[in-house]
């Protein structure tokens, strides 16, 4: 029989271990509220631990001249986000066999651009340090959208989409970091080239159907403006310029919710996708390179309440009014991905210890780090256990 004195004891360790999840909530609550009062943030901030989504909260309008609110399970263009995707079917091709990270595009792709773009090699595409010529160069129209990416009414295909990337290199490979939509159309074609399938395929076979991503999609490039998933507005509030998202391709043309990206994130760190070695291969930042990693960032950063740095591989993007930002910490078996839908969202430097990324990892992680009030003593001398940290409950 359980005495009253052991009941006590129970439920005094409970009661404490959920006020420290509820306090944690309350911190991030209190992150996300000042940002959207300060009209730097509109969108949805999820975080997930282990196998459970911790926390998610919306706030603010999914469209504003309609007044939508934002929803927890919206769709939303992942933007550049899509670029993990690519790395993690590229790198199962590498534990297969079938690529190398060094070897050069001329192995997978005979005659695509002159010697110069043969030269590259796979990891430098990855790692945005390839120096091809850059889509983003062709300038822009009177509202500020890139040409390459107009919605101008004439559909494209992805043969059309490369074409420019064969073109005379920019510079050298491996001298320096440039985000370019190229590296990874590139990646896409070589993948297309040693599995024979569409890339769109590729995705679905290998990534949403073994983790059940029911919302992962590719957006064609069919000239329109892209209408579906959230839209994005700029710093006045006015509806962002008419993007065709699709012509970004492997590049940025995924969409999906913030739960399924979690998903994915989760596989990640447990190795269903990937190897432990090779995905420590995919983490791996280059210093040189501003810390690119392959598909992302990989480095250490130490928020305020941490007792100790932390590694983090982080992707973020900007594509018109939608700000995105996919960031794991895999020690800590911790993603948090945070969506917004303003041009006004700035996410800071997490690495410098400032910022609404800071902060939210900082509300997110590092009350790990505080200390669990103890259960009171049980006199009686029996049952006595040492208080352990259960998981934190679902549905936040």
């Not at 959920?18 to 992150?31: E, H, I």
């Not at 919306?58 to 609110?69: H, K, S």
């Not at 962002?240 to 999906?256: I, K, N, S």
Request: aromatic residues 6%.
């Amino acid at each position: 029989m359980h005495s009253g004195r052991s009941c006590g004891v129970v439920l005094g360790a409970l009661f404490a271990l959920f006020s420290w999840a509820d306090a944690r909530a309350t911190t991030l609550d209190t992150v996300v509220r000042k940002a959207h009062e300060a009209g730097q943030f509109d969108g949805v901030v999820l975080v997930g631990r282990d196998d459970a989504v911790t926390y998610r909260r919306a706030v603010g309008l999914a469209d504003r001249i309609a007044q939508v609110p934002h929803t927890p399970g919206e769709s939303w263009r992942w933007l550049s986000i899509s670029e993990q995707v690519a790395a993690v079917l590229v790198l199962q091709d590498v534990e297969r066999g079938r690529l190398a990270l060094d070897a050069p595009i001329s192995r997978y792709l005979p005659g695509f651009g002159g010697p110069a773009v043969g030269r590259v090699t796979l990891r430098q595409l990855l790692q945005h340090a390839s120096g091809l010529a850059n889509p983003d160069d062709a300038g822009v129209d009177e509202r500020g959208v890139p040409t390459a990416y107009r919605a101008n009414g004439l559909a494209t295909t992805a043969k059309a989409m490369l074409e420019p990337c064969a073109a005379a290199p920019k510079s050298a490979p491996d001298l320096r970091y440039e985000a370019n939509t190229c590296d990874t159309l590139v990646l896409a074609a070589v993948l297309e080239h040693v599995n024979g399938t569409r890339y769109a395929q590729l995705v679905s076979s290998r990534i949403a159907k073994p983790l059940g991503l029911a919302s992962l999609t590719m957006l064609p490039p069919n000239g329109s403006p892209t209408r579906s998933g959230v839209l994005g507005h700029d710093g006045e509030g006015a509806r962002e310029a008419p993007y065709d998202v699709g012509r970004y391709g492997a590049a940025g043309a995924l969409q999906g919710t913030l739960d399924d990206l979690w998903r994915f994130d989760r596989a990640l760190m447990g190795f269903l996708l990937l190897s432990k070695p090779v995905a420590a291969t995919m983490g791996s930042g280059n210093p040189r390179l501003g810390n690119a990693a392959l598909g992302g960032w990989s480095y250490m950063a130490k928020p305020k309440q941490c007792t100790e740095p932390v590694s983090v591989f982080e992707r973020r993007s900007e594509i018109g009014g939608v700000r995105a930002v996919n960031l794991l910490v895999p020690a800590r078996q911790l993603a948090l991905v945070a969506f917004s839908n303003t041009a006004n969202t700035d996410w800071g430097q997490l690495s410098q210890g400032s910022g609404l990324l800071h902060d939210l990892l900082d509300a997110a992680l590092c009350a790990a780090d505080a200390p669990v009030a103890p259960p009171p003593k049980d006199t009686g001398g029996r049952g006595k256990r040492r208080a352990t940290t259960p998981p934190i409950p679902n549905g936040r």
